[in-house]
């Protein structure tokens, strides 16, 4: 049977979301999309799910690295110091080409650095690589 994931979307670009989504249906990768638009709201969604024993399990973060309020950094630190989360795996996005944003991401064990393409196409490919990261670590129901 197919499994339902629990994605955690942190992303403040609306199209960007809207890309994202439309990747994760061309891959039929059945999920749950929690959004937030904020680096304080992703926190605090984290905290919430940590302390809260009946949340479902996160699968899956994305995280951009560019948001108000908070940064993606602040988001890894905070998935790093959960309980339950702390082995979640990550995809970072980010519209920067920057060395110093890879190697954050790396830094806090993020498994995959996507950086924004310039096209549809390009961006698309992110489904494959979240159903490549599903796969491997298990989130998927054999």
């Known amino acids: 049977t197919e499994r339902t ?12 979301v809207e890309l994202v989504r439309v990747a994760l249906r061309q891959h039929q990768i059945s999920c749950i999309l929690h959004l937030v638009r904020d680096g304080a709201k992703a926190i605090v ?9 009946k949340a479902p399990a996160l699968d899956l973060c994305i995280v951009d690295m560019h948001l108000p309020k908070r940064n993606g950094e602040d988001i890894l630190k905070c998935l790093r110091c959960t309980e339950r989360y702390a082995q979640t795996p990550v995809i970072v996005i980010s519209g920067g080409d920057s ?7 790396t830094r806090h064990a993020a498994i995959v650095y996507f950086r924004k393409p310039s096209s549809v196409n390009e961006y698309l490919r992110l489904g494959a690589i979240v159903d490549d990261v599903l796969r491997k670590t298990g989130g998927v129901a054999a």
């Not at 969604?45 to 024993?53: A, E, N, R, V």
């Not at 060395?99 to 991401?105: N, R, Y």
């Open 5 to 16: 994931f629990e994605i955690l979307l942190a992303e403040d670009n609306l199209a960007d």
């Open 45 to 53: 969604l984290l905290q919430d799910l940590d302390h809260d024993p």
């Open 99 to 105: 060395p110093h944003i890879e190697e954050t991401a």
